[in-house]
């Protein structure tokens, strides 16, 4: 079992920063494929970005290309979102996820692949 706590959360003005953190702990959580993924109201989950266990390879969403970076820190157990020029649009629950994945594939995008959840944290951008 690995667990997942998400922080950093909150209201921010668009062209604002946040930076998120996902503590995880439990079963070896450093060798876990880490997400993020985030839920707009009345829209459907979506993967924003993610981070191979060593942090060697990286995805980002098209919409949060240039403006978010996901890092670890593997000692800590901690993933990063670090949330650049926001938009309103960016508004949403944001959840990080964790999935043993054995390789770097579409599935570190698919929110079915991941196996470990956190509780989520909002993120409101005014305009």
């Known amino acids: 079992q690995v667990q997942l706590v998400e922080s950093g959360g909150g209201l921010v003005q668009a062209g604002g920063s946040l930076r998120l953190s996902c503590a995880a702990s439990g079963r070896t959580p450093s060798t876990y494929t880490m997400g993020w993924f985030r839920q707009a109201p009345g829209k459907e989950r979506e993967s924003v970005a993610a981070?191979?266990?060593?942090?060697?390879?990286?995805y980002y969403a098209d919409s949060v290309k240039g403006r978010f970076t996901i890092s670890r820190d593997i000692a800590k157990n901690t993933v990063y979102l670090q949330m650049n020029s926001l938009k309103p649009e960016d508004t949403a629950v944001y959840y990080c996820?964790?999935?043993?994945?054995?390789?770097?594939?579409?599935?570190?995008?698919?929110?079915?692949?991941?196996?470990?959840w956190g509780q989520g944290t909002q993120v409101t951008v005014s305009s």
């Open positions: 981070i191979w266990w060593s942090g060697i390879s990286t």
């Open positions: 996820a964790a999935a043993n994945f054995r390789y770097w594939t579409d599935s570190i995008k698919a929110m079915n692949d991941y196996d470990y």
